[in-house]
């Protein structure tokens, strides 16, 4: 993607919020089996005092790509459910316009899911680089989840 970015049309599709997510406003833009994306349209909120965004917001977005790459069901109506157990990130730029956050898993040993992801902008400057590792609940480590 790049400056001419059509944000209404990339988040269309997007139906599932929590109470969190619906707070900052990302979007999952993908989900698949090892992968997730997730989408943030940079608005004064997201900034620190510099007017640049919050490096916490950086791990927020990481954090839910990697959940993503990490939870994908392969089981129409079933669900993946996992938690951080860490999470490594190095900032490398101020992100423009939005932040976009693309996560991929690695590895899954017994009950531990690795992912690693980056943040791009609007400028396709790499922002964040990150490693995490995901504990899954029981039944989830599988990739056909357990029964909603």
Not at 79 to 93: D, M, P, Y
Not at 111 to 130: F, K, M, P, S, Y
Request: hydrophobic share 35%; proline share 4%.
């Amino acid at each position: 993607m790049g400056k001419g970015i059509d944000f209404e049309k990339e988040l269309a599709e997007t139906t599932r919020r929590s109470g969190f997510r619906s707070h900052i406003g990302y979007k999952t833009i993908e989900w698949r089996e090892g992968y997730g994306e997730v989408l943030l349209q940079l608005e004064p909120q997201h900034m620190n005092i510099s007017m640049n965004p919050h490096g916490g917001l950086y791990m927020v977005i990481i954090d839910s790509a990697m959940g993503h790459a990490a939870t994908f069901c392969t089981v129409s109506g079933n669900k993946r459910r996992c938690v951080t157990t860490s999470l490594q990130t190095n900032f490398l730029a101020p992100a423009q316009d939005y932040v976009r956050a693309c996560a991929t898993l690695i590895n899954v040993e017994g009950q531990i899911a690795t992912c690693r992801a980056e943040i791009i902008d609007a400028n396709g400057t790499l922002c964040n680089v990150a490693q995490g590792s995901f504990m899954y609940m029981p039944g989830s480590e599988k990739p056909e989840g357990v029964p909603a």
